[in-house]
C-alpha cells in the first residue's frame, strides 16, 4: 500500500514540477512584464505542490529527500503526463497547455481534498485554490486570444490541434486500490466536468474544438518525448554538478 | 505591446478591514478583467491584499502641475486651520 501511495504522489508532484519548471523558462521572455509575474507566480505555485507532494512520499517509504526525488531521478524515473513537457512553443501554447491541464487538475484537487488521508487531503486542498486561479487565467488569455486578432485566432487554433493528443492520458486510470480505498479519486470521472470547462471557454473563444482521434500515452511508464532529457538536463545541473550542495 | 490595445489601469489596494483602498501602481491590460488579474499577479504577492480596484488612467482627471502656485500655496499661510492649533480641554477625551 505504501509504495502504491508513494507512486501516486509522485505522478502528480511529477506533474506539478515537470509544468513549473516549464513556467518559470519564460522569466525573462514573456509578453510583458505583467505577464511575466503572473507565469512566475503559476509556477511557483506548481513547484510549491510538487514540494509538499515530495516531501510526504519521502515521509511515507520513498527514503528519498524532496531533493533527491526531483534532482536525482532521470527522465525514466519521472511519470509526469507527456502534455506538460513539451517545449512552450509561442504563447498559445503555454497559455492552451495551461488551461487544459487546469481544467482537469482543479476538480482533481477538489476530489483529493476529500481524501482519506488526511496529509494529502490538506495539500490538495490549498493546491485547489491555486489550481482555480490557474484555470481561470489561463481561460481569460484563451479568450482572448481565440477571440483576438486573426493572428492570435490562428496560434490559439494551431495550438489546441497540437496539444489535443496529449489530453487523453490526464484520464488514464489511477491506482484502483487507492481508488477503492477513497485516497485518491478516479481521473475517469472527471472527464464530464472537463468537457464542460472546455467546450464552455472554446465556444466563448471561437475557438474549435479538435477532433477526437488517437491519444499519446507513456508519460505515467516514465516513457516520455524527447523533451523531459534535456529539460531535466537543465533543471539538475547544479545539483548533479554540485552534490549535496545547500542553498 | 501597443498602448491602445493595452492601455494603463491605476491600481488600488485593500489591505484589511477598515482600511481605504491605496494607489499603488499600475498595470498595462487589455480590459477590466485583465487589468484585474495582471494587479493581482503583479502587486499582491507578498499578502498584501484583501481587496483590489482598477481604475483606467484616462478616467482619472488630475490636477495641472503648473496651478500648483494657486492651488496650494495659498493654504501655508492658514495655520488656524490644523487642528493642532486649538487647545483640546482635557475633558474632552480621547479623540
Known amino acids: 500500500m505504501s509504495d502504491r501511495f508513494s507512486a501516486m504522489l509522485l505522478r502528480r508532484a511529477d506533474d506539478a514540477l515537470v509544468l513549473g519548471h516549464r513556467l518559470s523558462e519564460w522569466t525573462g521572455h514573456a509578453p510583458s512584464l505583467e505577464e511575466e509575474l503572473a507565469l512566475a507566480n503559476l509556477a511557483l505555485d ?71 488521508d488526511p496529509d494529502l487531503a490538506a495539500i490538495a486542498a490549498k493546491a485547489e485554490k491555486e489550481s482555480a486561479y490557474h484555470l481561470r487565467h489561463s481561460a481569460e488569455w484563451l479568450i482572448r486570444l481565440g477571440d483576438g486578432t486573426d493572428e492570435s485566432h490562428r496560434r490559439a487554433q494551431a495550438a489546441l490541434d497540437r496539444l489535443w493528443p496529449y489530453t487523453g492520458e490526464m484520464f488514464e486510470p489511477e491506482d484502483e486500490v487507492l481508488v477503492a480505498a477513497d485516497i485518491c479519486p478516479e481521473p475517469a470521472g472527471l472527464r464530464e466536468a472537463w468537457n464542460r470547462t472546455v467546450d464552455s471557454v472554446l465556444a466563448e473563444a471561437t475557438l474549435a474544438r479538435p477532433a477526437e482521434g488517437w491519444m499519446q500515452s507513456g508519460g505515467r511508464a516514465g516513457r516520455h518525448t524527447e523533451h523531459l532529457g534535456h529539460m531535466l538536463a537543465v533543471m539538475q545541473s547544479v545539483a548533479r554538478g554540485f552534490p549535496a550542495a545547500k542553498w | 505591446m501597443t498602448e491602445a490595445r493595452t492601455p494603463l489601469w491605476e491600481v488600488f489596494i485593500r489591505s484589511r478591514n477598515g482600511l481605504s483602498h491605496r494607489h499603488v501602481g499600475s498595470v498595462h491590460a487589455a480590459d477590466a478583467t485583465m487589468a484585474l488579474a495582471a494587479a493581482r499577479d503583479v502587486y499582491t504577492r507578498r499578502g498584501e491584499g484583501l481587496s483590489i480596484w482598477v481604475v483606467p488612467s484616462a478616467s482619472i482627471t488630475a490636477s495641472d502641475p503648473a496651478d500648483k502656485a494657486m492651488l496650494f500655496e495659498p493654504t501655508a499661510s492658514k495655520i488656524y486651520r490644523h487642528p493642532t492649533f486649538y487647545e483640546v480641554p482635557d475633558e474632552v477625551g480621547h479623540m
Open chain 1, 46 to 116: 506548481l513547484i510549491g505542490q510538487a514540494r509538499a507532494l515530495y516531501t510526504l512520499a519521502a515521509g511515507r517509504g520513498t527514503g528519498e529527500d524532496e531533493d533527491a526525488l526531483a534532482y536525482l531521478r532521470g527522465d525514466r524515473e519521472y511519470t509526469n503526463l507527456l502534455l506538460l513537457e513539451l517545449p512552450n512553443g509561442d504563447f498559445a501554447v503555454t497559455i492552451a497547455r495551461l488551461f487544459l491541464y487546469a481544467a482537469f487538475i482543479d476538480p482533481f484537487w477538489r476530489g483529493l481534498s476529500a481524501s482519506r
